[in-house]
């Protein structure tokens, strides 16, 4: 009886141990869900699953692509996708608080997929996610609405301008090529 005891946290930890390495880098952490009190720990969230992630701003010009980006997500969650909105003020178009980037995403663009509280985006300060993506797609993001297409291993497949509209011929290619990668 002693040993089934003592063999549970062993097993937990393993498994600890076993997901954290099946993880890959550009998931390693955690960021704080848009006006909500948890946390969105990125592996357990998204590992295996193909993402386009992107940098938003509240008040940019390009704020309407919420709704495109809203529709992509709807079309292809079914298979998997899943759509990460960074908020970030890097370019000086954020909201000042989290309830009025809530309000404009959700209510003004009726935004249903994931959305973090606002992080940096660019330079040495970006949070992990954004040097990573940086970093695999030697580009950091240029202006709000900079998108990331990623695969199931969590490798950048392609990254897109905030001028790419979230219902672009190109955008969507890449989004179908990650969504038939192997996990």
Same mark, same amino acid.
């Given at each position: 009886?002693?040993?089934?005891?003592?063999?549970?946290?062993?097993?937990?930890?393993?498994?600890?141990?076993?997901?954290?390495?099946?993880?890959?880098?550009?998931?390693?952490?955690?960021?704080?869900?848009?006006?909500?009190?948890?946390?969105?720990?990125?592996?357990?969230?998204?590992?295996?699953?193909?993402?386009?992630?992107?940098?938003?701003?509240?008040?940019?010009? $390009?704020?309407?692509?919420?709704?495109?980006?809203?529709?992509?997500?709807?079309?292809?969650?079914?298979?998997?996708?899943?759509?990460?909105?960074?908020?970030? =003020?890097?370019?000086?178009?954020?909201?000042?608080?989290?309830?009025?980037?809530?309000?404009?995403?959700?209510?003004?663009?009726?935004?249903?997929?994931?959305?973090?509280?606002?992080?940096?985006?660019?330079?040495? =300060?970006?949070?992990?996610?954004?040097?990573?993506?940086?970093?695999?797609?030697?580009?950091?993001?240029?202006?709000? $609405?900079?998108?990331?297409?990623?695969?199931?291993?969590?490798?950048?497949?392609?990254?897109?301008?905030?001028?790419?509209?979230?219902?672009?011929?190109?955008?969507?290619?890449?989004?179908?090529?990650?969504?038939?990668?192997?996990?």
């Amino acid at each position: 009886m002693l040993m089934r005891w003592l063999a549970v946290p062993v097993l937990m930890a393993v498994g600890s141990v076993a997901m954290a390495a099946s993880c890959p880098p550009l998931l390693t952490g955690q960021l704080p869900k848009l006006r909500a009190k948890e946390s969105i720990d990125l592996c357990q969230q998204f590992a295996g699953k193909p993402l386009v992630i992107v940098n938003t701003a509240s008040f940019c010009g $390009f704020a309407p692509q919420f709704k495109g980006l809203e529709v992509l997500y709807q079309r292809y969650k079914g298979e998997g996708l899943e759509v990460i909105g960074v908020p970030s =003020d890097d370019f000086k178009q954020e909201a000042k608080t989290g309830e009025e980037t809530a309000k404009v995403c959700y209510v003004n663009y009726g935004v249903t997929f994931t959305m973090t509280e606002p992080q940096k985006v660019k330079g040495p =300060d970006a949070v992990h996610l954004f040097k990573v993506l940086a970093e695999q797609a030697d580009a950091a993001p240029k202006w709000n $609405f900079y998108k990331y297409v990623v695969d199931r291993q969590g490798n950048v497949v392609a990254s897109f301008s905030s001028l790419t509209k979230p219902d672009s011929p190109e955008l969507i290619k890449a989004v179908e090529q990650a969504i038939a990668s192997k996990p």
